[in-house]
């Protein structure tokens, strides 16, 4: 069956780094392109970033452009999310999704 487990969250102070990431199963990882979202409370979930299935191409949500970076190692069935001069704006749950399928969700809380 298909697992995504994400991993990486946790409390940053504003300007902060983190890099998440998201391991997956079930299905043939280097064939499909892979989706970070995030939900903030009592708001609905966003599309963060996008890679292509052999990482070629990547795209962002204009909130996070030029702070956060999409990659992936398709040997560890895994992908990323680094995110840089964080905000306290970017505190949400985040999410790795393939298809219709997500993980849990990882916390990212950025307060001083």
């Known amino acids: 069956q298909v697992q995504l487990v994400e991993s990486g969250g946790g409390l940053v102070e504003p300007g902060g780094s983190l890099r998440l990431s998201c391991v997956a199963s079930?299905?043939?990882?280097?064939?499909?392109?892979m989706r970070w979202y995030r939900q903030a409370p009592g708001k609905e979930r966003e599309l963060v970033a996008t890679i292509t299935s052999a990482g070629g191409s990547t795209s962002y949500a204009g909130s996070v452009k030029g702070r956060f970076t999409i990659s992936r190692d398709n040997a560890k069935n895994t992908v990323y999310l680094q995110m840089n001069s964080l905000k306290p704006e970017d505190t949400a749950v985040y999410y790795c999704?393939?298809?219709?399928?997500w993980g849990q969700g990882t916390q990212v809380t950025v307060s001083s």
């Open positions: 079930g299905f043939t990882f280097s064939s499909n392109d």
């Open positions: 999704r393939w298809y219709v399928y």
